[in-house]
């Protein structure tokens, strides 16, 4: 059997193994391993020095598309950067070689999500500059991060939050999750500004935490301390009546200083 028979071979228990429902991650890991030794003999990543058969390099492409998705399923965020690093390399430079990938857009808004999630703003418009204008407003998988992006911007954070359930995809979830997450940690702080006190269920509800459980867990996570009536307070009364304001403490001293002055004489 020949090189690229073979990778043909592993490649096709790769995409059977984990389109199944269970997914068997650790299998598909090991597979993963294997191809990307094999590809690097078969020019995995095509350069000026090598040329590369059509073929291959589908090939190749088609193996990264699921080590991205992989990569999401397992939680690996710096595989995820590589792999779709060197995926790019064929949806931009080999389009015109190798065509379109079907899994192109869905991939590119993934990782338009990916960015906007960690907040990387500059990577992320510089990814979208790389997409003509009819695409980035029209995709059913970019338009709806570019969405996204909007919300953040207006601060039209219960859009986000709605926004989930209607994701292009449900590969998109995990990075919904990190992008929820930070979003619930900027309205966090602004509540924490504007508010010296708010009620458990109040909070609750501008968060979008639908229980007890997860606002208490969203509480402890930055330090908010719940009294027995339900509120959580950010300002330390006790704290704030012993505060001696600077202007009153330097005119008892000057009274001190007066008397002392005045026993002298």
């Excluded at 338009?112 to 980035?136: G, K, P």
């Excluded at 996570?221 to 300002?235: C, E, I, P, S, T």
């Excluded at 202007?247 to 008397?259: D, G, K, M, W």
Aim: charged share 30%; hydrophobic share 40%.
């Amino acid at each position: 059997m020949s090189g690229c028979a073979c990778i043909e071979t592993i490649y096709k228990e790769l995409k059977t193994d984990f389109n199944k429902r269970p997914q068997n991650l650790k299998k598909c890991g090991q597979s993963l391993d294997k191809l990307k030794i094999a590809l690097t003999k078969l020019a995995f990543l095509p350069t000026k020095d090598v040329k590369s058969s059509k073929s291959e390099m589908v090939l190749a492409r088609d193996v990264l598309e699921i080590a991205v998705e992989y990569s999401v399923a397992t939680k690996d965020i710096p595989a995820f950067e590589r792999y779709m690093s060197q995926l790019k390399c064929y949806y931009y430079d080999y389009k015109k070689v190798i065509g379109e990938s079907k899994n192109m857009f869905k991939l590119l808004g993934l990782n338009l999500l990916f960015l906007l999630s960690v907040n990387r703003v500059s990577e992320f418009h510089t990814e979208l500059e790389l997409l003509s204008a009819d695409i980035i407003h029209t995709n059913e998988y970019i338009g709806p991060i570019l969405a996204l992006e909007q919300y953040i911007m207006e601060g039209r954070y219960n859009k986000i939050f709605q926004a989930k359930s209607s994701a292009p995809s449900e590969i998109y979830n995990y990075f919904m999750d990190i992008l929820l997450s930070t979003v619930r940690d900027e309205i966090g702080a602004c509540i924490e500004k504007a508010y010296d006190k708010i009620s458990m269920l109040e909070a609750a509800k501008r968060l979008n935490l639908k229980t007890s459980e997860e606002m208490k867990t969203f509480g402890r996570k930055r330090n908010w301390l719940l009294d027995a009536d339900g509120f959580y307070n950010f300002v330390d009364k006790s704290t704030k009546a012993k505060e001696v304001l600077p202007s009153v403490e330097l005119a008892e001293q000057a009274i001190f200083y007066a008397r002392e002055l005045e026993m002298i004489v």
